[in-house]
């Protein structure tokens, strides 16, 4: 129980559905940016995206392969770990399940690598099921460097920096190993709805 | 909270005295959570101002006026009020003696208040690591932290460069502009050397300042961000 904070009322935005909003969020209009370093800006003649790890033989796609995969547009509700949501946010790219289709593995576990370094982790069970995407657009329109493009994981379900920028690919593993942020004390698997932000949430 | 300190017309610092206080390290941050008499809870991010080594924990906070937060530390707390935290939390965007140097930081607006930990923390354990501050702010009265910087600049390892980008005192002899690459190139250590860099303020300046030093050369592996967003504070 939290002690109370004489005199606060708080300002509640009555035009957002509390039933959509985490634990300890607020909604914003505005998409804040949280990045550990600079923003990587990847020509797209020389990106790929591979899956390896465990599997028999490492699987790319080059950008025009990956343009010419079915896509879809999502429309989703975001949560950053920062305290922001933002809701209905559009975006199109391709679902995870269309590039793992084909994948025989043994791995439970993934961690996604990025351009600059940054990496993440995740059980495969969410990266898959309809729940992962790698997202080219937002709005309709290219996504920014600064916001990941061209590029980006989006695993919506999970706090937003499992949605890794300037994703180039996917470590299938057997055991769980944690990723950047989850290695500096954030909770290893950053659910909003239960608030684990933190480790030991 | 024992103590409201009034940096500018925008930085307020809070002074607070924590029971079973952690120690921190010069960058993190702690998030403070406010609790309405019928449960409604509000929590935002406040980077940790003073150095591990301080008496007392001190957030420095920009009061925006359409924030739900910050105006009511700003504006209604008073001493003797408790105030919730947790923390301290991050830990890339820390600063310790054992990461070496030469040191550049790069602060935009109230950025530069992690960096104040790190400056503070840099004097505190009597560190040789030369550092360059290269701060950008609208006007000399905006300097959050004045008296204190320039104070530090008389030490031998720091050096303490203003950019006024809105309003310049008479004389001013400074830079009078936004950061941009020769700028940096101005001020930053050579990339030769392997200057270990912090970057912290508003998303459009971080990213020109990370762009620029990347552009002239900088290992981006070496630079390390902090980006407030527009409702970040």
């Known amino acids: ?201 | 909270m024992i103590e409201l300190i009034e940096e500018t017309a925008e930085a307020t610092s809070i002074v607070l005295d924590l029971p079973d206080r952690q120690r921190h390290r010069a960058g993190q941050h702690v998030d403070v959570r406010l609790t309405a008499e019928d449960g409604y809870e509000a929590q935002r991010s406040y980077s940790i101002a003073s150095a591990p080594e301080d008496a007392y924990l001190v957030l420095t906070v920009e009061r925006l006026d359409d924030g739900e937060v910050s105006p009511y530390l700003v504006d209604t707390l008073r001493p003797g009020d408790e105030l919730e935290l947790r923390g301290p939390i991050g830990g890339y965007f820390v600063w310790e003696e054992v990461l070496g140097g030469p040191l550049l930081l790069v602060a935009g607006g109230s950025g530069v208040v992690p960096l104040r930990a790190m400056l503070r923390h840099h004097q505190a354990v009597g560190s040789t690591i030369p550092v360059r501050l290269l701060y950008s702010v609208k006007s000399l009265d905006d300097v959050i932290y004045r008296d204190e910087l320039m104070g530090m600049a008389a030490d031998d390892e720091i050096d303490v460069r203003l950019t006024l980008t809105r309003e310049q005192p008479e004389g001013w002899r400074g830079y009078a502009r936004r950061i941009d690459q020769e700028l940096l190139a101005d001020v930053a250590w050579p990339p030769s050397e392997g200057p270990l860099t912090y970057v912290c303020g508003p998303t459009s300046f971080v990213e020109v300042a990370a762009n620029a030093l990347v552009g002239l050369g900088h290992d981006p592996g070496r630079i390390r961000t902090e980006r407030f967003g527009p409702t970040g504070g």
């Open chain 1, 1 to 201: 129980m939290s002690p109370l904070s004489r005199a606060f009322r708080g300002r509640r935005r009555s035009d957002a559905d509390p039933a959509r909003i985490p634990p300890g969020q607020y909604v914003t209009d505005d998409f804040p940016v949280l990045s550990a370093g600079p923003t990587p800006h990847r020509p797209l003649e020389t990106w790929s995206f591979t899956i390896q790890g465990s599997i028999d033989e490492p699987v790319s796609w080059t950008w025009e392969q990956l343009q010419a995969l079915p896509s879809e547009t999502i429309t989703t509700d975001i949560h950053c770990v920062t305290k922001w949501s933002k809701l209905d946010t559009v975006w199109t790219g391709v679902s995870l399940d269309t590039l793992l289709d084909d994948v025989e593995t043994s791995a439970e576990y993934v961690t996604a690598f990025s351009d600059g370094g940054y990496t993440t982790n995740l059980p495969l069970e969410d990266a898959t099921g309809g729940k992962a995407w790698i997202a080219y657009a937002f709005d309709g329109e290219p996504l920014a460097p600064e916001h990941g493009g061209p590029a980006r994981l989006l695993v919506p379900h999970l706090y937003f920096w499992k949605s890794a920028k300037w994703v180039r690919g996917l470590e299938l593993r057997n055991e769980d190993e944690p990723g950047f942020w989850e290695s500096y004390g954030y909770h290893n698997y950053g659910d909003p709805w239960r608030e684990q932000r933190y480790a030991g949430d």
